[in-house]
């Protein structure tokens, strides 16, 4: 079976084929206009592993957290194709992902962590074989290391820095860091292929509300 996988939660866009002994990824760093690279880069990729659309058998795609805005582009991208494709559509949270994406094999749990701003955050844990032993959630770093840093062997992922600095200047140990500098394609759609689509849904998760306020209503306008 072929997975497509596509991934804009963050400052990129990553596409990749996998299965039928093909693997083909493109990946383009950007900073916003996902959904106007998204579907050239499927394109692309569909075309160098010489297969058309109808080939696929699934779509895998990175739910977060992270970009609002990009988690939405691969996820409505994704059920739009499948629903045209008449194909199941599966998600895959971001921090999985990571644990997924390790350069080295884990000798223990992985702590996977993501930068949310705001002094905070997002993290899970999850043991070598990638089963979870704490679902995502968001906290600052001193919450993360007092819930979680007794039982670490790795951290992985954008908010390692945070978490290791706060080890450090509160004295408790530093776990090894895996210097991650971006999540592989290959690995969500390798994730996606053996998900349940009846579990593994295609929404956004957001551990904690948007930054964006909405704005009162103006009088004598209608709400």
Do not use: C, W
């Amino acid at each position: 079976m072929l997975t497509l996988a596509l991934d804009t939660a963050n400052d990129r866009v990553a596409v990749a084929l996998l299965g039928d002994g093909r693997e083909t990824v493109r990946v383009e760093a950007i900073s916003r206009g996902h959904a106007e690279r998204l579907f050239p880069l499927i394109d692309e990729v569909l075309t160098t592993a010489g297969v058309e659309i109808e080939g696929v058998g699934r779509i895998a795609v990175n739910v977060g957290p992270g970009s609002f805005t990009g988690i939405r582009i691969a996820v409505a991208a994704g059920r739009g194709l499948g629903l045209a494709l008449g194909i199941p559509v599966v998600g895959i949270d971001a921090l999985r992902l990571i644990a997924a994406s390790l350069e080295e094999p884990a000798e223990g749990p992985i702590l996977a962590a993501v930068d949310a701003r705001r002094g905070e955050v997002y993290a899970a844990l999850y043991d070598a074989k990638g089963d979870v032993l704490e679902a995502p959630f968001a906290a600052d770093a001193a919450s993360v290391l007092a819930r979680l840093g007794a039982r670490v062997a790795v951290i992985a992922g954008s908010g390692a820095a945070i978490l290791t600095h706060q080890a450090a200047t509160s004295g408790l140990r530093v776990p090894p860091v895996d210097a991650m500098t971006a999540t592989d394609p290959l690995a969500l759609a390798r994730l996606g292929g053996l998900a349940e689509p009846a579990t593994a849904l295609p929404r956004p998760l957001y551990l904690r509300a948007p930054d964006a306020k909405p704005q009162p209503p103006v009088p004598g306008l209608l709400a």
